[in-house]
């Protein structure tokens, strides 16, 4: 399918382009692990994917509304932000966009011809993806919300 990509080729780490990477807030200086894994209610697991559906939304063509929703999330969540990328699709004015995150990630495709907007939230350590959520209600006034939790990596003792 894709031809032109060698996946076994090395990857040439002078092409990187961070030039300082971010160190995780709180993290436990006692813990030998450091895997940020979380425990919670009797789980372990490596962190929370959230699935979030936005209906009747508005706005889902706006590049600015978009990047901004991002950067309030990040930092209502309290995650390390570290890329944001967004693509404007024609002729529809849709919106692909990714925040990568030390934490892990947030992303978005927008149907604004439906008013749909389909979000992903991944976050592991102290991170509180939950918290996007009303941050996304409040940038693109939904009617309708449907959010689904995954605990990505839970460990099955």
Request: aromatic letters at 10%.
């Amino acid at each position: 399918m894709y031809k032109d990509f060698d996946y076994n080729q090395e990857i040439d780490p002078t092409g990187a382009t961070e030039t300082h990477w971010p160190s995780f807030k709180n993290v436990n200086e006692n813990d030998e692990r450091n895997d940020h894994f979380i425990q919670r209610d009797g789980k372990q697991f490596a962190g929370t994917h959230l699935i979030i559906d936005l209906w009747g939304a508005s706005k889902l063509d706006d590049l600015q509304v978009m990047e901004q929703a991002f950067r309030e999330a990040v930092i209502e969540c309290g995650a390390t932000l570290l890329h944001i990328h967004m693509h404007h699709f024609t002729p529809n004015g849709g919106i692909s966009g990714v925040a990568v995150l030390a934490e892990s990630h947030i992303s978005v495709h927008t149907w604004p011809e439906r008013d749909y907007a389909a979000f992903d939230v991944f976050m592991c350590g102290d991170a509180e993806p939950h918290k996007a959520t009303e941050i996304l209600r409040k940038a693109f006034l939904p009617s309708e919300v449907s959010v689904k939790e995954i605990l990505r990596g839970e460990v099955h003792n």
